[in-house]
């Protein structure tokens, strides 16, 4: 087992503000950097740009739902 040299990069994809911050919040002890999407237009946005090793994504999100997103 190795340790990585960078955090983890965490995708956060919620159409709701308090419920990506509540993850955050409740996932900030692992040390992970955090990326925020508010729909999946902007999270398809992100995944274009960079690497990122784990999504966490609202199954009920604007513009198509969570599992037709993933």
Same mark, same amino acid.
């Given at each position: 087992?190795? +340790?990585? %040299?960078?955090?983890?990069? !965490?995708?956060? +994809? %919620?159409? +709701? %503000? @308090? #419920? /990506?911050? !509540?993850? /955050?919040s409740t996932l900030h002890a692992i040390g992970a950097k955090? !990326?925020?999407? /508010? #729909? ?5 946005r992100v995944l274009e740009r960079q /690497? !990122?090793? @784990? +999504?966490?994504? %609202?199954?009920? @999100? ?9």
């Amino acid at each position: 087992f190795t +340790v990585p %040299d960078e955090p983890p990069s !965490i995708l956060l +994809v %919620d159409g +709701v %503000d @308090l #419920n /990506r911050k !509540i993850l /955050r919040s409740t996932l900030h002890a692992i040390g992970a950097k955090f !990326i925020d999407a /508010r #729909n999946p237009s902007e999270a398809y946005r992100v995944l274009e740009r960079q /690497r !990122i090793d @784990l +999504v966490i994504c %609202d199954m009920f @999100l604007p513009e198509q739902d969570g599992f037709e997103f993933c």
